[in-house]
């Protein structure tokens, strides 16, 4: 399973063979979710068991470290 990076005790990563669309799995603090890429930005899809402010942490690690993310996905997934 591709790690991305690790940020505020949270795990931003990839599985190993994945599918379409684009999207980044996060795993921490007893929770998990995964944020789509929409075309423009990654979106939340599902999460489970974050408090809300983690999970405003997450999304603004997200945001902020996107272009890191695309550019990993396409070098590991096309």
Do not use: C, Q, T
């Not at 931003?12 to 063979?17: I, L, R």
């Not at 684009?22 to 998990?32: K, L, P, S, T």
């Not at 899809?45 to 993310?69: Q, Y």
């Amino acid at each position: 399973m591709p790690e991305l990076f690790r940020m505020y005790g949270f795990l931003f990563m990839f599985f190993s063979h994945e599918h379409e669309p684009m999207h980044v799995h996060v795993i921490g603090n007893e929770g998990e979710a995964k944020f789509s890429w929409n075309g423009d930005r990654f979106v939340l899809e599902e999460s489970r068991n974050f408090k809300h402010n983690d999970l405003r942490r997450i999304k603004d690690v997200i945001s902020n470290n996107s272009d890191i993310i695309v550019k990993r996905w396409e070098e590991l997934f096309g």
